[in-house]
T-cell receptor, first 119, second 116 residues
Framework: GAVVSQHPSRVICKSGTSVKIECRSL??????MFWYRQFPKQSLMLMATSNEGSKATYEQGVEKDKFLINHASLTLSTLTVTSAHPEDSSFYICSARQGIGTIMNTEAFFGQGTRLTVV | AQSVTQLGSHVSVSEGALVLLRCNYSSSVPPYLFWYVQYPNQGLQLLLKYTSAATLVKGINGFEAEFKKSETSFHLTKPSAHMSDAAEYFCAVSDLSNFGNEKLTFGTGTRLTIIP
């Protein structure tokens, strides 16, 4: 299957600083990328959907000014956690949709996740 | 609104025994259902998906799942567990309400442990 690379896999930052997480589709072009957040023992919660060249669509309750998403190219999307606080500590996962179409005939490939710890 | 319930956050089976991971869904429209597997330190990998074709879906690594509308279930099974099946398994549901940007709603996951 196609490969989605997420970097870094782990990051520790100080409260008040910003952290950028990268999500790259290595061998395909991804018109749509998704960002999820996973709390311990809970399911993946969709944060936002981004399409290349346009603004991301955020889910209800997700602060767009805190979680900045940029999808500048067909192979790269970034999530920046601004002014991070301990409550932002979590596991962040991206996925990239290969191809154009619906969920019936395309597949979303997932990165390995980023463990963010804010101290 | 859609939701997925995975019964049992942890399941342990002996090597060679039947694997059964349960998933029940709630959806107001015909659903599309998925099972993903996550190995340690890796991303989620698609095992199989149901998109309104055959109700019995076969996936990779010998897994299969059956869509039962009357029971709103999509349980994952494998006849004979292998040590390499130890992982976290996620059930997910989606629909075509947002064409091209369909969202996946995930369950809380089931950690499968294989006993030698």
């Amino acid at each position: 299957g196609a490969v989605v690379s997420q970097h870094p896999s782990r990051v520790i930052c100080k409260s008040g600083t910003s952290v950028k997480i990268e999500c790259r589709s290595l061998d395909f072009q991804a018109t749509t990328m998704f960002w999820y957040r996973q709390f311990p023992k809970q399911s993946l919660m969709l944060m936002a959907t981004s399409n290349e060249g346009s603004k991301a669509t955020y889910e209800q309750g997700v602060e767009k000014d805190k979680f900045l998403i940029n999808h500048a190219s067909l192979t790269l999307s970034t999530l920046t956690v601004t002014s991070a606080h301990p409550e932002d500590s979590s596991f962040y996962i991206c996925s990239a949709r290969q191809g154009i179409g619906t969920i019936m005939n395309t597949e979303a490939f997932f990165g390995q996740g980023t463990r963010l710890t804010v101290v | 609104a859609q939701s997925v319930t995975q019964l049992g956050s942890h399941v342990s089976v002996s090597e060679g025994a039947l694997v059964l991971l349960r998933c029940n869904y709630s959806s107001s429209v015909p659903p599309y259902l998925f099972w993903y597997v996550q190995y340690p330190n890796q991303g989620l990998q698609l095992l199989l998906k149901y998109t309104s074709a055959a109700t019995l879906v076969k996936g990779i690594n010998g897994f299969e799942a059956e869509f039962k509308k009357s029971e709103t279930s999509f349980h994952l099974t494998k006849p004979s567990a292998h040590m390499s099946d130890a992982a976290e398994y996620f059930c997910a549901v989606s629909d075509l309400s947002n064409f091209g940007n369909e969202k996946l709603t995930f369950g809380t996951g089931t950690r499968l442990t294989i006993i030698p």
